[in-house]
Every structure is written in C-alpha cells, then in structure tokens.
Antibody, heavy 123, light 112 residues
C-alpha cells in the first residue's frame, strides 16, 4: 500500500524557516517524480514544486522561487521542502504527492497524496 | 484567482448526470493532454479521478468520465450518488519554465 506521511508543519514567524519532510513507502520511490502541493484550508490547490526521480531536475512555482528548495533522499525514500523567508501567504496545508507515471519529469498527475502538514506563518 | 476556471457549484439529484467544466488557455489545456481531475471530501486529501484527459485510475468508478474540447476540459459524473458530494478540482500541465501545473478553483458538487 502506497503511503506518504508528511511532517514538520508548525507555527513560525514571518521571515522564518521551516523544513517539511515526507516519508514514502509502498512503491519504488526512486522511480517517480515527486511534488509538493499546498492548499489554504477551504480554498483551492496550488502546485509548489517538483523534483525528478533522480533529484537532478527541480522546478518551482513563481510564488516560491528563490525561497523554497525541494530535495530528496532516495536511500531513505524521503522528500523534503526547505522553506525560507516565509510570508503570511505561505500559510497552508502542504501535501506531498507522487507523480505518475514513472521516469517522466512532467508526470503531473498526482496519483497518491499524503494527509498534509499545516504551516502557519504569523506576523 | 485560479489559472483554470471552474463553476463554483453544480448540483444534481441522485441518478442524474452532471458535467463540470474547466477552462484554460492555448498554453495549458489547449496544448497538452495532461488534464487531471481530483475529488476532495471535507478534511480529506484529494483523490485522483481522471488523468490524461480521459483515463481512470484503477478502482475509480466508470461513472466518472473526462473529455476535452479546445481549451476546455470536462468531467461528467453519471448516476449521481450521495457519496459523490465533494469538491472537484481540475489541473493541467503548463510548462517547466514557470508554473508546471495549474489548478482550477474547484467546484462544489451537491447531491440534492
């Protein structure tokens, strides 16, 4: 069974930093592009970032470019999101998602989602 | 404001069919066959219902069908059931030089 378990969400002051983690299991982690998607509770979804299966390619939404860094450790089947210079509009539930199919950087169908981890940025 | 435009709400009676539209541009929906649809129940993570415009993941009911014409994609739910009441989001691949994936604002489906 595929499982994605996010952690690391917290209340942080504006300008601060936070690192989110996602532990993956139930599939061959290093075969798939992984993504972070966020959602303000009760609102829509926003794609944040993707990383290719081998970690060589990363892409970001304009809203987080230069502030967030996505990386992965395939030996630990884990995905991360380093968030710096946090702002109030970064407040959201952050989902780790698995792209499909394998070995495609532009695999932008998200076939599995974690339950999310909540980030709250206070001013 | 979301990049893709969806109606805020759609409703139907049990057994009926409803269609949710998702309008983009020639740079996303109109250019790529990478449209997906997600169902989200309250306080739950989204669930993939349709990918690559028309394909259903294993385990998704064939009452859900996707289509596309020009810059507009659609999700049709036939034989509406109470458990279909949820929010539905569309998405499309756009490009890797900017925002790779764009979403619609979501449509609340109500089963009357």
């Amino acid at each position: 069974e595929v499982q994605l378990v996010e952690s690391g969400g917290a209340v942080v002051q504006a300008g601060g930093s936070l690192r989110l983690s996602c532990a993956a299991s139930g599939f061959t982690f290093d075969d798939f592009t992984m993504h972070w998607v966020r959602q303000i509770p009760g609102k829509g979804l926003e794609w944040i970032s993707l990383i290719s299966w081998d970690g060589d390619s990363t892409y970001y939404a304009d809203s987080v470019k230069g502030r967030f860094t996505i990386f992965r450790d395939n030996t630990k089947s884990s995905l991360y999101l380093q968030m710096n210079s946090l702002r109030g509009d970064d407040t959201a539930l952050y989902y780790c998602t698995k792209g499909a199919p394998e070995y495609i950087v532009t695999a932008t169908s998200f076939d599995y989602w974690g339950k999310g981890t909540l980030v709250t940025v206070s001013s | 404001q979301s990049a893709l435009t969806q109606p805020v709400s759609v409703s139907g009676s049990p057994g009926q069919s409803i269609t949710i539209s998702c309008t983009g541009t020639t740079g996303d929906i109109g250019l790529y066959n990478s449209v997906s649809w997600y169902q989200q129940h309250p306080d739950k993570a989204p669930k993939l219902m349709i990918f690559d415009v028309t394909k259903r993941p294993s385990g998704v009911s064939n009452r859900f069908a996707g289509s596309k014409s020009g810059n507009t994609a659609s999700l049709t739910i036939s034989g509406l059931q109470p458990d279909d009441e949820a929010d539905y989001f569309c998405s499309s691949y756009k490009n890797l030089s900017g925002t790779a994936v764009v979403f619609g604002g979501g449509t609340k489906v109500t089963v009357l």
